[in-house]
């Protein structure tokens, strides 16, 4: 396999029981590798412990950087910390939740040298009901808005070119809500960033809460739907 550089981003939000492992498991499997690597984990105003155990294991991990949200910013402006303060040549990116097996980077590898973005798309997702029927009929609008056919628009499961999130210009992004995944899609596909989608596996959530289904989070997701296609259609 070639060597690459890579910067490993994972969201973080009341993860205390998820991230320990998660962590331990990324920094086994990048440096089994042998690859040059850094691990960021973006804090996003916890309310738990996942601050001071991220404080801790930075004493045991020394790639791991840690950029702490004082207060809630939103998952969008999560993800944006993260990859703007990438300094590798890929990025991969998922959440702290621990539902995905970061193992399967294997998969998105086998394909980045012939893409600008790599994205897993969930076999078989593994949450709730009601979230999933979410999940369908949010994925179903931005097909439809923004013609952008992707199966499986919010996996959290990505590994970028640094370059072409370069090109598109991560200034420009402006959500900070669950509309973060749909916006960076359609401004790649604006400027003609070659996407392959994989399957990967995903996997209940043993500890913490999602917080994605939340009238709260869904209201804001819309909010920012229609101020982004203010912008590019107006």
């Known amino acids: 396999m070639i060597k690459y550089s890579i910067s490993a981003v994972i969201a973080a939000y009341n993860e ?24 960021i984990v973006v804090n996003d105003g916890s309310q738990d412990n996942t601050l001071s155990i991220l404080e801790e294991l930075t004493l045991k991990y020394p790639r791991l950087k840690i950029i702490n949200h004082t207060q809630n910013k939103g998952y969008g402006a999560t993800v944006v910390s993260g990859l703007k303060a990438s300094r590798y040549e ?9 539902q995905f097996n970061v193992e399967e ?18 076999v078989k997702r593994s949450d709730h009901f009601f979230r999933k029927i979410n999940a369908l009929a949010w994925n179903a609008l931005i097909r439809f808005l923004f013609k952008v056919k ?33 916006e960076i899609l359609v401004r790649l596909k604006k400027i003609n960033a070659k996407i392959i989608e994989v399957p990967v596996s995903h996997f209940y959530r043993k500890f913490g809460k999602q917080t ?11 909010k920012e739907l229609i101020m982004f296609y203010q912008e590019l259609y107006s």
Do not use: H, P, W
């Open 16 to 39: 205390q029981n998820n991230i320990l492992s998660l962590i331990k498991k990324t920094d086994g499997v990048l440096k089994q590798k042998n690859f040059d690597y850094e691990i």
């Open 90 to 98: 890929l990025i991969f990116f998922t959440d702290g939740d621990n």
């Open 105 to 122: 980077i294997d998969k998105l590898l086998l394909y980045i040298d012939n893409a600008d973005l790599v994205a897993g798309y969930r």
């Open 150 to 182: 992707v199966k499986d628009l919010d996996c959290a499961f990505k590994l970028f070119r640094k370059a072409i999130l370069e090109e598109m210009d991560l200034k420009k992004v402006k959500s900070q809500g669950a509309m973060i995944n749909a």
């Open 212 to 222: 994605g289904a939340s009238l709260k989070v869904i209201a804001k997701a819309f």
